[in-house]
């Protein structure tokens, strides 16, 4: 009877030994360093196939990064995806020191008018089909 608890005993601790080795395997990755630009293009590709956030973040260099959420209605086409990141763009980054435009009618033009380059990045989404593709210039 007194083997029982034993058993038991020895499982917990046992696993509780294992999850320090559990915990280094599954520790994310470094982020990887960031690209600079004084002008991108973000190319929107396919439309929107349910609505949902698209989470952008410009960081200056050497600056406090700029959170962009751009939200989006199911059944929007790309251009239409793209005019809504360029009006959300405008809306958030100082005009002053920043210029968004849209390029042959899918792409998203982020120039540096004024101070340092910038990195633009998609951080996360849960819009279904449209994907952005971002090139320095």
């Not at 007194?2 to 915990?23: E, Q």
């Not at 004084?38 to 959170?67: C, Q, Y």
Request: glycine share 8%.
């Amino acid at each position: 009877m007194n083997i029982v608890p034993r058993l038991l005993v020895s499982a917990v601790v046992t696993g509780l030994l294992a999850l320090p080795a559990l915990a280094q395997e599954t520790a994310p990755a470094a982020a990887p360093p960031l690209s600079y630009s004084n002008k991108w293009r973000l190319e929107v590709s396919e439309g929107a196939n349910n609505a949902g956030v698209m989470h952008f973040r410009v960081t200056p260099e050497g600056g406090t990064a700029i959170d962009i959420p751009v939200s989006l209605k199911k059944g929007r086409g790309e251009d239409g995806c793209a005019r809504d990141i360029r009006d959300t763009f405008k809306k958030t980054l100082d005009q002053k020191a920043y210029h968004v435009e849209v390029d042959d009618g899918e792409d998203v033009l982020v120039k540096v008018r004024k101070g340092p380059d910038i990195a633009i990045e998609l951080v996360s989404s849960d819009v279904k089909g449209t994907r952005v593709n971002f090139d320095r210039e």
